[in-house]
């Protein structure tokens, strides 16, 4: 697989300033302790406007799949995340792109949506145990974008809603928000690998929040977390750590989950909003803090599965602007 992260400076007036390859290696060995304990769920948390700790999600479009049953980890108003079951497999993606440049104001990203690491066998398998609660149907294929965003983005008069893709990961992987095409806590119900991704209806793969497979050497060392990705509006997506390397929750952040202060933004120490993951609901962004740009080639819309659960999502419908 290849990560390139090129910058193209203006002030020299010529080329390419910095060259990062990072290649597969980077993303193989992630050690991880699943979370122990419970969460609550999140059904019933979206919402029609900006709320801390809910979703602010755009209207879902009729004819959504899913999970087609609730798992035993879901117990009430929590889910256990240790207990669900996960999708076996070791399939490898020679052929995931990701090339981040920087010219001018402007970051262009661009990639085929593959994961940097290996991901688990879809469709699920009828042998796996998750089978019984999620038979999601769809093989993993590449999905070629192009995102234009801002390098330093402004957070919009208003917030607005999100719906389906949010962000792209450092892994090369799309991340969707936190419910499915019924609007329930995605994490908790779909089953998914152990990097926590899956395919959706047109075989992207993706993420519905935190992954352990993508790399936050900082977070793991007890600082602030890495940046892991970028959302659609321009603004930063950082891992689960805040200052002084403390695990963040809700409450420590805003309507649209994230917060203000300085961090390491393309080489420099700059007072910035960015959105933090959180292990709790909505698990990344709440909703937008900035304006969103359109993704040509990522289908829009939320997340469909298709499973005999359900005709699954239609997809195709890019974020708001
Ligand atoms: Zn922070
Ligand atoms: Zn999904």
Same mark, same amino acid.
């Given at each position: ?202 075989? +992207?793969?993706? !993420?519905? %929040?935190?992954?352990?497979? @993508? /790399?936050?050497? $900082? *977070?793991?060392?007890?600082? &602030? ?59 990344? +962004?709440?909703? !937008?803090? %900035?304006?969103?740009?359109? @993704? /040509?080639?990522? $289908? *829009?819309?939320?997340?469909? &599965? ?16």
């Amino acid at each position: 697989m290849t990560v390139l992260m090129t910058e193209t400076g203006r002030a020299r007036g010529r080329g390419l300033l910095a060259l990062l390859v990072l290649t597969a290696t980077s993303f193989a060995a992630v050690a991880h302790e699943p979370f122990q304990g419970s969460l609550p769920l999140g059904d019933g948390k979206r919402s029609s406007a900006p709320k801390v700790g809910a979703l602010y999600g755009c209207p879902l479009p009729p004819g959504g799949g899913g999970a087609q049953a609730a798992g035993p980890w879901i117990k009430g108003a929590t889910w256990v995340p240790a207990e669900k079951a996960v999708v076996g497999g070791d399939v490898a993606w020679p052929e995931a792109k990701l090339e981040i440049k920087r010219v001018g104001g402007e970051r262009i990203v661009t990639g085929n949506a593959l994961p940097a690491h290996a991901t688990g066998i879809f469709p699920v398998r009828p042998s796996e145990p998750g089978y019984a609660y999620d038979r999601n149907p769809n093989r993993i294929g590449p999905r070629p974008f192009e995102i234009v965003l801002p390098t330093e983005p402004r957070p919009a008069a208003q917030a607005s809603c999100v719906g389906g893709p949010v962000g792209v990961t450092l892994s090369g992987v799309v991340l969707f928000d936190a419910v499915d095409a019924l609007g329930r806590d995605a994490p908790a119900h779909e089953i998914q690998d152990r990097c926590n991704g899956h395919p959706q209806r047109q075989g +992207l793969y993706h !993420y519905h %929040g935190f992954s352990p497979c @993508v /790399p936050d050497a $900082a *977070g793991a060392a007890g600082r &602030h977390s890495d940046l892991i990705g970028y959302a659609f509006d321009g603004f930063g997506i950082f891992g689960l750590k805040g200052e002084g390397g403390r695990e963040l929750t809700n409450a420590d952040l805003d309507e649209c989950h994230g917060h203000s202060h300085s961090v390491d933004w393309d080489g420099r120490r700059v007072e910035i909003y960015h959105y933090h993951l959180t292990r709790e609901f909505p698990y990344s +962004l709440g909703c !937008y803090r %900035g304006t969103p740009r359109r @993704v /040509p080639g990522l $289908a *829009g819309g939320p997340d469909g &599965h298709g499973g005999p659960g359900g005709p699954g999502g239609p997809g195709g419908r890019p974020p708001p602007r």
